[in-house]
């Protein structure tokens, strides 16, 4: 009814932070200090990114004898809905007779980069293996463009004029 969808409202205001609509850029740009998961060969690393909450993952390509670092420099675009505060990150070692073993992984809470107005927050994310050690770490640069206009910066943007040259 009326009442409580503007208790819920109200709520909202008051308490919890409202996500965005939009669309949060993230350029996987390397890592490093991954430690090695074959014995007979360097790390053939790849970055999985899953948005938690949706249905969209992506990956890098694989770096063929990485090791114990990798540079991808590669963009993804995620559509981010309200509820959606979470990328999942994978790092994996492409193996070519047995499935791909996992390096290490971490959840990236990316809640706060809806306050970013748009510009660019480069951070190093820590990785942890299945028993909780480090993994290495990989350098993600996030980018976040609200549909909203009032969230890009405070104010609406003013309409563009095509007179002006």
């Known amino acids: 009814d009326a009442a409580h969808a503007q208790s819920e409202r109200n709520h909202k205001e008051e308490g919890e932070e409202r ?10 740009v390397e890592a490093q200090k991954l430690p090695s998961k074959d014995w007979t060969s360097k790390n053939d ?4 990114l ?4 949706s249905t969209q993952k992506v990956q890098t390509k694989t770096i063929s004898g990485g090791g ?7 963009q993804f675009n995620f559509n981010i809905i309200d509820g ?3 990328i999942f990150l994978q790092v994996m070692d492409k193996d070519t007779f047995s499935a ?7 959840a990236v809470d990316i809640s706060n980069l809806f306050q970013t107005g748009g510009q660019p ?10 028993k909780g050690r480090d993994a290495g770490e990989v350098r993600l640069v996030f980018i976040w463009k609200s549909s909203t206009p009032q969230q890009q910066g405070g104010m609406p943007a003013a309409p563009a ?5």
């Open 19 to 28: 996500m965005a609509y939009g669309t949060l850029t993230v350029n996987v």
């Open 45 to 48: 690393p790849y970055c999985k």
């Open 50 to 53: 899953e948005l938690k909450g």
């Open 68 to 74: 114990k670092s990798a540079r991808w420099e590669e």
């Open 84 to 86: 959606n505060s979470q």
């Open 100 to 106: 791909d073993d996992v390096i290490g992984s971490a």
């Open 121 to 130: 927050v480069d951070r190093w994310v820590h990785l942890k293996d299945s």
């Open 161 to 165: 004029n095509p007179m002006n040259k």
